[in-house]
């Protein structure tokens, strides 16, 4: 009998990395709980790279 894998995967990693594929300078380093550094995600500078207008809070979508 084959044993299964109870654990999901890391989508968040996947994702992030893939984000630092394309928009490498996006790509920031962080302070973990433990004091380790650790690669983040820079959104503000994410969302200027995505688009010149950004529609946030209550402006119409």
């Known amino acids: ?3 299964l894998k109870l654990h999901t995967p890391d989508f ?3 994702n992030a990395a893939k984000l630092a594929e394309l928009f ?13 550094i650790k690669r983040a995600i820079d ?5 200027q790279e995505l688009s010149q207008d ?3 809070g209550p ?3």
Do not use: I
Request: aromatic share 4%.
């Open 12 to 14: 968040a990693e996947a």
């Open 54 to 56: 950004l529609v946030e």
């Open 43 to 47: 959104f503000d500078l994410l969302k």
């Open 24 to 36: 490498p300078n996006c790509v920031t380093e962080s302070r973990a709980e433990d004091g380790s």
């Open 1 to 3: 009998m084959d044993k």
């Open 59 to 61: 402006q119409e979508r």
